[in-house]
């Protein structure tokens, strides 16, 4: 008997039809526009039946993908359009993970999906993140000039893999540079980007529950680094 991972190429078509009618079911019969929507999805899901490898790939994140849909509450669905993107990260965040991915498939994928979740908020948090060319707009400098800043660990750029980098919107004022960041980030250049963002946003024991964003906000730029400065001292512990 064949295992899930060595599917025939009959099996990995029966796995797309099967997609495709979970499609259908999903489909509200009252409304014409989005039936039309979904007809459009299930036409690519046909065409990638005469590609066996890719066929797999997308039955198999269609099962992830429904399986937190049938989780997921009606009432919590967002009432404006948000990305493909943001909604998977919602979807998987919030029917919990480890029930939605089969633990056969891989132990760590739980993990793994948590991690993105909270990459996709930093990236939303406090107004969102910005491009290296809207950065460039914003400070009137080179994309060279801020490309030495961040190697110099004095800008958070973000890495999204083959979405490329962004800049937290909160690193910035109407005046260039929020200040203090850079005093504070000196503290923290043993930490990774990431990490270096989540230290700003989430609460602080040493600042007494508030974030260091806050209190750099409040112009308290000593007290921040002290927090900063704990902070890498707990680390390298």
Not at 45 to 65: F, Y
Not at 121 to 149: C, F, N, P, Y
Request: net charge positive.
């Amino acid at each position: 008997m064949l295992s899930k991972r060595h599917k025939t190429g009959a099996d990995r078509k029966k796995s797309v039809r099967d997609a495709v009618s979970r499609i259908r079911q999903k489909a509200p019969q009252d409304d014409g526009q989005r039936d039309t929507l979904i007809e459009k999805r299930v036409q690519r899901m046909r065409q990638l039946s005469s590609q066996p490898r890719k066929a797999a790939i997308v039955a198999s994140i269609l099962d992830t993908v429904f399986n937190a849909i049938e989780q997921y509450p009606v009432d919590k669905l967002p009432e404006q359009p948000i990305s493909g993107t943001q909604m998977l990260v919602k979807l998987l965040e919030e029917t919990e993970a480890e029930r939605v991915i089969p633990a056969e498939d891989d132990p760590l994928e739980g993990a793994r999906v948590r991690g993105l979740a909270a990459r996709e908020r930093l990236l939303k948090a406090e107004g969102g993140s910005l491009t290296v060319s809207q950065v460039v707009k914003m400070l009137g400098i080179s994309r060279q000039a801020i490309h030495k800043r961040c190697s110099k660990g004095k800008l958070i750029a973000l890495s999204t893999s083959k979405r490329g980098y962004f800049f937290p919107q909160w690193q910035f004022t109407d005046k260039g540079i929020l200040p203090g960041l850079e005093e504070v980030l000196a503290f923290l250049d043993e930490d990774d980007p990431w990490m270096q963002a989540s230290f700003m946003l989430n609460p602080n024991i040493w600042l007494d529950g508030a974030s260091p964003l806050e209190m750099l906000r409040q112009g308290k730029i000593n007290e921040v680094i002290m927090a900063a400065q704990a902070s890498g001292e707990q680390g390298a512990a």
